[in-house]
């Protein structure tokens, strides 16, 4: 069975700071994808990165990057120069096609001002 | 904003009763996907429905059920609703094209309260 883990319920980290949220998966397919969803209090799941498991180079979006460790099944996300904006609960997601996600059960960041 | 919106956004139903909630994709999208969100949980995946046909089925009940229309809007059907099935529900559309897909765009959500 396919699973997504998130050791880390809660985070918090001060403005400017660097942060990085974990996440380990369990799969055996070889072609699959990550993702890092952001899930602020309006409820709305928002795509912060993505990593398609064939690319060994790390995705980086502006100020997010993950480091993707695929022999160990690791995809943690990096968050640097954190703002206030970034306070959420972020998702660590795996696909492996063209059918449903499985979440992790999330990692609450607060940003401290 | 994503495209992807839902309705209501907010329902309250009395336990036996039934419900439906709907979806409208983003604009292009041919997939939809619905999750169960309970609260401090991450998403759980309900089905997901390709050109109008259930392509895939989470571990959720037949009184849990969908439609999805040419227009690649859908709804969510629940039959005989537990208190359990109070939650966070959450429509996800992509554009799936042979084997490959784009990632999944999320609505905001209908909360559903049952008492």
């Known amino acids: 069975a396919q699973t997504v883990t998130q050791s880390q319920p809660e985070m918090s980290v001060q403005e400017a700071e660097t942060v990085t949220l974990s996440c380990t998966y369990d799969?055996?397919?070889?072609?699959?994808?990550l993702f890092w969803y952001k899930q602020p209090p309006s409820r709305q799941m928002i795509l912060v990165i993505r990593q398609e498991a064939y690319k060994q180079q790390n995705a980086t979006e502006n100020r997010f990057s993950v480091n993707f460790q695929k022999a160990a099944k690791s995809f943690s996300l990096k968050i640097s120069d954190s703002q206030l904006g970034d306070t959420a609960m972020y998702f660590c997601a795996f696909t492996s096609g063209t059918y449903k996600y499985i979440f992790g059960t999330g990692t609450r960041l607060k940003v401290l001002a | 904003e994503t495209g992807v919106t839902q309705s209501p956004t907010h329902l309250i139903k009395t336990r036996g009763q039934q419900v439906t909630l709907r979806c409208s994709s983003q604009s292009g999208h041919n997939t939809v996907s619905w999750y169960q969100q309970a609260l401090g949980q991450g998403p759980q995946f309900i089905f997901q429905?390709?050109?109008?046909?259930?392509?895939g089925r989470g571990n959720f009940p037949p009184r849990f059920s969908g439609l999805q229309f040419p227009n690649y809007s859908s709804e969510l059907n629940v039959n005989a609703l537990e208190l359990d099935d109070s939650a966070l529900y959450l429509c996800?559309?992509?554009?799936?094209?042979?084997?490959?897909?784009?990632?999944?765009?999320f609505g905001q959500g209908t909360r559903l309260t049952v008492v």
């Open positions: 799969t055996s397919e070889n072609n699959y994808y």
């Open positions: 996800a559309s992509s554009l799936v094209v042979s084997t490959m897909t784009t990632e999944a765009f």
């Open positions: 429905y390709y050109r109008e046909e259930e392509n």
